[in-house]
């Protein structure tokens, strides 16, 4: 104890003692996060110009779940077809291209609906925000996990065109157990690249980001929010004739029926489902239990991937 203290009372001397301690805690705080931002920063500039080799939430899943991690596809954004570009920002996050990483009005319908469901389902997160979550953190729900979301969010916007975070999300967001990246899944269950894919299959992969490890391409019907999603995506956007080889075809009439059948209120429907939940939450026990009708059509089979 310094000298000039010893002449004051007990009770000061432990006043001040836990101011030291509160201080000494509030100064680590910084730094720790100080270092985050500062190796955050480095990384972002670098996927600038290169390809992750593997992300936090890979190392994660390994490591706590044991899972076989698949390698990654990055793709190049131009090489994905515009329709699938616009059901990702569509479903998920529909002013990604006018928002600076971060979306107040998300957050607002989030609590909304949180309030409503009394628990806390939904984040309101961004795009950017998913990607910050995707390379740098790990899908455990807490405020600390969600404030270094948010500011991570912040750095990719500030370092990074809007493009580059859009071909990032494609190239890691997680699409099933091992399985990372749109273009992964797409050899996975349909033994093709992403701009080979039906108007239906990419509408069932795209719909699947809300819950991507409970549920596939085959057993989304099980799930009223995969449903809805599904079904929304199906009814509202089409592959442009001649965009690529095999999606630019006019919708099927079978393709159409299969989403009515699959949810016929979100046949049609203008304004999009609820974007996905927060990690670690399962959205669809958290909210009422929804019988899922019978099969309609043939089950998807994961195929043979090709050779890239």
Not at 13 to 21: A, E, P, S, T, W
Not at 65 to 85: E, F, L
């Amino acid at each position: 104890m310094p000298p000039e203290l010893l002449h004051f009372p007990l009770s000061t001397k432990r006043r001040l003692g836990f101011v030291d301690i509160v201080k000494g805690t509030i100064a680590w705080i910084i730094a720790i996060q100080l270092c985050y931002l500062l190796a955050t920063s480095i990384l972002i500039v670098a996927y600038r110009y290169v390809d992750p080799s593997a992300t936090v939430l890979m190392a994660y899943r390994e490591w706590r779940y044991g899972w076989k991690i698949q390698s990654a596809k990055p793709i190049k954004i131009a090489k994905v077809p515009r329709y699938i570009k616009s059901m990702l920002v569509a479903i998920e996050d529909d002013k990604f291209y006018v928002h600076h990483g971060i979306d107040m009005e998300a957050f607002a319908r989030a609590r909304a609906i949180n309030k409503r469901l009394g628990k806390p389902v939904y984040g309101g997160s961004t795009l950017t925000m998913q990607v910050a979550r995707t390379l740098f953190l790990v899908p455990e729900k807490s405020y600390v996990r969600k404030y270094l979301e948010v500011l991570t969010a912040l750095e990719l916007e500030a370092f990074l065109p809007k493009t580059r975070i859009l071909e990032l999300y494609f190239g890691y967001a997680e699409w099933g157990k091992g399985i990372f990246g749109m273009e992964a899944a797409a050899r996975k269950w349909y033994g093709c690249g992403m701009a080979q894919l039906s108007r239906d299959q990419a509408a069932r992969l795209i719909a699947l980001l809300s819950s991507p490890i409970k549920y596939n391409p085959e057993t989304l019907r099980k799930s009223g929010i995969l449903r809805e999603r599904y079904a929304y995506l199906l009814n509202n956007y089409e592959a442009p004739a001649g965009e690529n080889s095999s999606s630019a075809e006019a919708p099927s009439a079978a393709a159409t029926a299969s989403a009515a059948a699959v949810s016929p209120a979100a046949a049609g429907t203008v304004e999009a489902p609820p974007p996905s939940p927060e990690p670690g939450v399962d959205a669809e026990t958290e909210t009422e239990s929804e019988t899922a009708p019978a099969e309609t059509t043939a089950p998807v089979t994961p195929a043979t991937p090709t050779t890239p």
